[in-house]
């Protein structure tokens, strides 16, 4: 008892020692925000030396910014150039090579799947479109997503096979300078106004610079996340919002169970409607008696992966607790997730973590120009 007592008095007494020494602690100095003239002024300071229009894409920015209600810091401006900068060189709408012959091997693959002989296709397109040429001279003359998405948009409302074929699927998922995914936008317009005047549809507006700078600006940076370093954010970007965490904790499963995982984010299998495990689900599962956790708990907290509060789960906290015991140090809690990617206009092996080290050596060198 004697013992306790003791023990209780030194907790009281550091208690009030670190108590003692917050007080006396001055506060951090708080960074006074800019005016928005400033921040436009600071914009346009940082953008690549062969930025064209330098003050629209410095106001666009800047509105994205601040209807988002994110501080226009030099870390969160350059991390936007970084990805404007990689994703598109500053142009609104860029131009993609060969993109007449993606279209078509796109249309094939589609015909195919449909039972629709192409012939009977290449038929449906060669009538008159809205602008007075034929859908298949569109394809053949289109430069950019922009144009491609509009002549499959044209062709879905206006003829019966374009219903038939594509109805619900446009091959253009992303777009504009940040090259952000139009199915995301899509869900945040829903979640929240988006602050201009819609131009037909969100789908257009992400191909806008004002609307693909917003759209990317909240992809990028719209999110909590406990990253030391904004390189997990640039991976994020291109996998999925928290994917660089979630494939700290599959290191972390794959650690403590000694199996082997890819780390690619996902935690459990979404398209499966029997909900049978997935390799991350079952390699935790291997752990569920050291996790003191069963198998429906084990899935309800992987489900969490989407959103910050995996971080807060039960599986999150004794998975690491278990791994860093294994491994006899703290492992990492955000992890490059292990992704190729695959794009009909990708024509070279790439990979997510090649994305994020090229835009963190973008976000670098804006930070020097910021000294």
């Known amino acids: 008892m004697a013992a306790f007592i003791r023990q209780r008095c030194f907790a009281v007494v550091l208690g009030v020692l670190l108590l003692a020494a917050c007080a006396s602690r001055e506060p951090a100095p708080e960074v006074p925000a800019l005016r928005p003239a400033e921040a436009r002024a600071l ?20 509105a994205a910014l601040a209807s988002l209600q994110i501080a226009a810091t030099a870390p969160n401006i350059c991390a936007v150039i970084g990805i404007v900068e990689q994703e598109s060189g500053f142009r609104a709408d860029p131009a993609v ?58 062709f879905i409302g206006m003829v019966p096979m374009g219903t038939r074929l594509f109805s619900g699927w446009n091959p253009v998922r992303t777009g504009g300078p940040m090259q952000v995914s139009i199915e995301f936008a899509q869900r945040h317009a829903q979640a929240r106004p988006y602050p201009y005047p819609v131009g037909g549809s969100i789908r257009r507006e992400v191909f806008t610079r004002r609307g693909g700078l917003y759209f990317g600006v909240a992809h990028l940076l719209g ?89 807060r789960s ?53 930070l020097a120009r910021a000294g």
């Open 43 to 62: 914009i346009a300071e940082l953008l690549p030396a062969q930025t064209a229009d330098r003050g629209g894409w410095a106001t666009d920015m800047y």
């Open 223 to 311: 999110y909590p996340a406990s990253y030391d370093k904004p390189l997990y954010r640039f991976a994020d970007f291109n996998a999925g919002h928290y994917a660089s965490r979630n494939a700290a904790l599959q290191n972390a499963i794959s650690v403590a169970s000694g199996i082997p995982l890819v780390l690619d984010g996902d935690l459990v299998r979404r398209d499966d409607e029997d909900r049978k495990p997935g390799q991350t689900e079952t390699a935790a599962r291997v752990l569920a008696q050291r996790l003191r956790m069963g198998e429906s708990d084990i899935r309800h907290d992987l489900e969490q992966g989407d959103g910050e509060t995996l971080e």
């Open 314 to 366: 039960t599986l999150y906290q004794r998975v690491f607790a278990l791994a860093d015991a294994v491994e006899g140090r703290a492992l990492p809690r955000a992890v490059l997730p292990q992704i190729d990617l695959r794009s009909p206009k990708i024509t070279r092996k790439l990979t997510t973590a090649w994305f994020a080290n090229r835009v963190d050596e973008r976000y670098r060198r804006c």
């Open 97 to 154: 090579p060969g993109l007449a012959a993606i279209a078509w091997r796109q249309i094939e693959q589609r015909a195919e799947r449909a039972g629709v002989p192409m012939l009977v296709v290449r038929g449906a397109l060669q009538l008159s479109s809205p602008t007075g040429r034929s859908y298949s001279e569109r394809i053949d003359n289109a430069k950019t997503e922009r144009e491609l998405s509009e002549i499959f948009e044209d």
